[in-house]
């Protein structure tokens, strides 16, 4: 019998880094702004495909489209692009995971700025790659701004950036992006997971025939509001990049459902842009009333604000206070952010009861 202590794992998984994702409570009665999920439901025609399906036996029982049709085709028709230069992904995590499987190792290794997604760090080390944090500038409004031309010198690597970056909300200008992927020898990722919230020219989808460096990354999970649904998808230009990537890929990685309920809310884009536009009122709501609470809020473009603590009050106290509102927000422990909460935009409602809360806690301070 195989002796329980001998070690089975290989010298990368010895070496794993784990991620930790935000706290998901199952109680009801909760407010949720610590995960960035969408205030607003998905798109009633997703509920309308969801209904035609019931008692469908077939699409359960036979395996769904290797390259996760009909969503394939409906984002090709979406952006104008053919599909060779799509792949369909089970949340815009797992086009990460292919991403750095399949372009980083030893001799190639990543680069993002020292503030952004920290499951960047988990997947390269988990791809068996090391990497590279370049140091932020601070900026007025933002205190963690992106350095681009620091990260555009480390020439030949792989760099990773989030647009907007996590967890400050910064948005890099896409023509300017574009501008330094066209005169870079590297391989970039753009993590377009909150871009909708930066406006319709903010993508770099754009570029995606023109530049054969870059990847862009995508997710249902925001503007969509299908988080629990696991849908995302990347694009690149570069066939050979593609092919690539879906040698990594599962046979089946998409579920037929959720490749057909995503194509229902891609075509509601009445809905996407109503959705959007909640959040942008939302988010003006937050800033403003944080700012009048002594918080300091940093420039997002996204659907949530960091926010430096007021003076009277400590972080992790007021974190504490709200979860006896039962509000959950995020709150990095031991960071460099221990100073800071960071709230995403809910709906109006969850909005409002957050400034209520906080102006009752902060009063008793
Ligand atoms: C910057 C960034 N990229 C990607 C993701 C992953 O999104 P998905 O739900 O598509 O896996 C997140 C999730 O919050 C994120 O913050």
Redesign the pocket.
């Known amino acids: 019998m195989a002796d329980s202590n001998r070690n089975f794992l290989n010298a990368v998984t010895r070496g794993a880094a784990h991620y930790t994702p935000?706290e998901q409570v199952n109680e009801p009665g909760w407010i949720k702004l610590n995960?960035?999920e969408s205030p607003l439901p998905p798109s009633p025609n997703v509920f309308r495909v969801m209904a035609e399906l019931v008692g469908q036996g077939d699409i359960l029982r036979k395996y769904s489209h290797p390259l996760g049709e009909p969503l394939l085709g409906a984002l090709a028709d979406y952006w104008k692009l053919s599909k060779e230069h799509l792949i369909v992904t089970n949340?815009?995590?797992?086009?990460?995971t292919l991403i750095c499987r399949a372009t980083l190792g030893p001799e190639r290794p990543a680069v993002f700025p020292a503030v952004?997604?920290s499951?960047y760090g988990t997947l390269v080390t988990n791809a068996g790659a090391s990497y590279t944090e370049v140091p932020m500038v601070e900026r007025i409004g933002q205190p963690y701004g992106i350095d681009i031309d620091a990260l555009a010198k480390f020439d030949g690597h792989a760099i990773f950036l989030?647009n907007p970056?996590?967890?400050t909300g910064e948005y890099t200008d896409a023509a300017k992006l574009a501008e330094v992927i066209a005169a870079s020898n590297s391989l970039w990722v753009v993590?377009e997971?909150?871009n909708d919230f930066a406006g319709p020219k903010a993508t770099m989808m754009q570029y995606i025939e023109k530049l054969q460096n870059l990847i862009v990354?995508?997710?249902?999970?925001?503007t969509h509001a299908l988080?629990g649904l696991?849908?995302?998808y990347l694009a690149s230009g570069n066939r050979g990049l593609i092919q690539g990537l879906l040698a990594h890929k599962d046979s089946y990685n998409e579920d037929a459902l959720a490749t057909r309920l995503a194509a229902a809310a891609l075509a509601d884009t009445a809905w996407h842009e109503r959705t959007i536009r909640a959040v942008l009122t939302g988010r003006e709501f937050l800033r403003s009333e944080l700012t009048a609470l002594g918080f300091t809020c940093f420039d997002s473009e996204a659907n949530y604000i960091l926010a430096r603590e007021p003076k009277n009050l400590v972080a992790p106290k007021i974190v504490q206070r709200l979860r006896d509102y039962k509000i959950l927000v995020r709150h990095y422990a031991g960071s460099q952010f221990a100073d800071c909460i960071r709230f995403s935009v809910g709906a109006e409602g969850e909005n409002a009861k957050l400034i209520g809360s906080l102006k009752e806690i902060l009063r008793g301070a």
């Open positions: 935000g995960t960035n949340g815009s995590d797992e086009a990460l952004t997604y499951l989030a970056n996590a967890i993590d997971a909150y990354t995508r997710t249902f999970s925001k988080a696991r849908v995302g």
